[in-house]
Nanobody
Framework: QVQLVESGGGLVQAGGSLRLSCVASGPFSFSGTGMGWFRQSPEKEREFVAHIGRYGNTYYTNSVKGRFIISRDNAKNTVYLEMNNLKPEDTAVYYC?????????????????WGQGTQVTVSA
């Protein structure tokens, strides 16, 4: 089955940076699939962060535009999320997910495979 494994989370001070990685495996064409990042903090619903299409087109939620960069390396079956100028409100568990659509999409229901998540904590 499809497996997504995130890494790269940790504790960082406000203004700092982290780069998350998500390695995909299983019986699907990674290069032909859109991938997304979501995050969830306690008592909040899982929220969309960024999407990258199969051609490298990107889409971000407004709160991370200009600070986060999503990218992919199809040779490594890996999608990345570079996070800069981190803020305490970015604290959450971050998940990567496989999209079921051919265009950027934000609802979680349009993603059918999820990783286990990686914790990002930003201290003030």
């Amino acid at each position: 089955q499809v497996q997504l494994v995130e890494s790269g989370g940790g504790l960082v001070q406000a203004g700092g940076s982290l780069r998350l990685s998500c390695v995909a495996s299983g019986p699907f064409s990674f290069s032909g699939t859109g991938m997304g990042w979501f995050r969830q903090s306690p008592e909040k619903e899982r929220e969309f962060v960024a999407h990258i299409g199969r051609y490298g087109n990107t889409y971000y939620t407004n709160s991370v535009k200009g600070r986060f960069i999503i990218s992919r390396d199809n040779a490594k079956n890996t999608v990345y999320l570079e996070m800069n100028n981190l803020k305490p409100e970015d604290t959450a568990v971050y998940y990567c997910a496989r999209s079921t659509t051919t265009v950027a999409t934000t609802p979680a229901k349009n993603y059918d495979s999820w990783g286990q998540g990686t914790q990002v904590t930003v201290s003030a």
